[in-house]
């Protein structure tokens, strides 16, 4: 694409939005007004799940052919080479404009991509990472198993070198998207001799392998987004591997920032917005005279100005070249500790009408809120992790004692 001034590109942006996608209407929502949904995981039929996924490629794949796909990416990759500056000017502009969902990419595209570009060899970077910016390739992370999450280096899965090639074994928990994915990166134990975050090895596997099978979780709020995986000898090429042998920890940080990044920087949202929305309920409902809950609706609206200011300074961090550090895990606890106060919030203000759906409009529709928060509060790491990490690494109290096992 070579170089384009910001403006001149916003001006191309535009044009290909104005083109290619419908702006959106007066945003504002009128009570009784559309659908009332307020869910946080993804509570789909399979075949609105399919009917989605389908509509997201095709809009990413008309994303990319116009050079907007991967605008911060290197040009030898099938990027656009061009700054964060471009890249938030296209965000600015598509802010505006009414897109199919590209939330069944966010795994992909936010830890995968970024740690494929930073770890495997040449050949693989050609191979995967411009599919996977075009959508032709969805990403899944197999890093949780039933023995271990909050201490990941605790995992068993198990690679034993034959070769040229890898054997991999073991069982997989909570892959969000397994289902749909075409690859994963997968952290296994290659040394089970050496100290346990020393004898890790990652790889990008191949979903559709002999060996892999996929099951899916219910979860409490009625979909099922995520799921086991089982591996029985599936096969992976050592070109596949993504950093060196036994230095699977440090690949595996790399994904954990990013992830940390793209959870908590998508709390950089409106406080105003959903402020104003629980004061709207508060008032049908009969609940917006009580000063207890005024008091909370306001203390609220500030905690979540303070967490979006506290996210734009670790933004301009990121944005003046620094990786993102331990400021992601406040960015991170705090996004769902808000999230908590939200749901326990509006929990007191409908009372009942959260149990028990009587067809009111904007009342019941909260549950699927309620209930996703939990999940909410582990992934990506757990709030408690999260609060270790900020007292050790940020305010620089001593370490916890670990626990006598
Ligand atoms: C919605 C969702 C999506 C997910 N998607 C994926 C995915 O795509 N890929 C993937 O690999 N994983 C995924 N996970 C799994 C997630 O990463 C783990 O659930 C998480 O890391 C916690 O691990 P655990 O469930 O084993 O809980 P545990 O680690 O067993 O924790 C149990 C409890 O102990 C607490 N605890 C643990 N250690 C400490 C400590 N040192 N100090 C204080 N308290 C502690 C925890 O906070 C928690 O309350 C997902 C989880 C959720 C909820």
Redesign the pocket.
């Known amino acids: 694409m070579g170089e384009i001034a910001v403006d001149d590109f916003r001006a191309e942006v535009r044009a290909f939005f104005d083109a290619n996608a419908a702006r959106k209407g007066e945003e504002r929502r009128d009570w009784g007004q559309g659908s009332d949904r307020v869910g946080l ?1 993804d509570e789909k039929t399979a075949e609105e799940e399919r009917r989605e996924i389908e509509a997201g490629r095709a809009w990413r794949a008309t994303v990319f052919d116009a050079g907007f796909g991967w605008i911060t990416g290197p040009t030898e990759f099938g990027g656009g080479g061009l700054t964060a500056a471009h890249q938030r000017a296209f965000g600015e502009v598509a802010s505006e404009y009414r897109t199919p969902s590209e939330a069944p990419f966010g ?1 992909g595209l936010g830890m995968v991509a970024p740690t494929i570009l930073a770890h495997a060899i040449e050949d693989v970077k050609q191979q995967y990472l411009q599919k996977m910016w075009r959508a032709d390739l969805i990403g ?5 198993e039933p023995v ?5 280096a605790g995992i068993q899965t198990s690679a034993v070198r034959d070769g040229d090639e890898w054997i991999l074994n073991g069982q ?1 928990v ?4 397994a289902h749909y994915s075409d690859i994963g990166e997968i952290i296994t134990r290659s040394s089970p001799d050496k100290p346990k975050h020393k004898g890790l090895t990652m790889f990008l596997i191949d979903m559709h392998a002999p060996g892999i099978e996929v099951r899916p979780l219910r979860q409490m709020t009625g979909g099922a987004s ?1 799921n086991e995986v089982f591996l029985t000898d599936v096969r992976v090429h050592d070109s596949h591997r993504l950093g060196d042998v036994d230095e699977g920890w440090t690949v595996a940080l790399t994904t954990l920032m990013n992830e940390r990044a793209s959870i908590g920087g998508g709390g950089v949202g409106s406080a105003s917005t959903g402020a104003s929305r629980l004061m709207e309920t508060a008032r049908r409902v009969g609940t917006a005279d009580d000063p207890i809950i005024r008091q909370r609706i306001v203390d609220l609206y500030v905690r979540t100005n303070v967490a979006r200011y506290n996210n734009l300074r670790a933004m301009a961090k990121i944005k003046a070249g620094q990786l993102p550090g331990p400021e992601m895990s406040i960015a991170k606890l705090s996004l769902t500790q808000n999230m908590t106060r939200t749901a326990d919030l509006i929990a007191d203000i409908l009372g009942p009408r959260i149990t028990a759906d009587t067809g009111e409009w904007g009342t019941f529709a909260w549950a699927e809120f309620v209930l996703g928060v939990p ?2 509060r ?8 999260m609060r ?1 990490i900020v007292g050790e690494r940020v305010l620089g109290l001593p370490k ?1 004692p670990a626990p006598v096992r």
């Open positions: 995981l795994i899944c992370q197999l890093f949780s271990a999450g909050s201490d990941l997989k909570w892959t969000s998207g995520f999940g909410m582990i992934a990506g790491g757990t709030d408690e992790v270790n916890e």
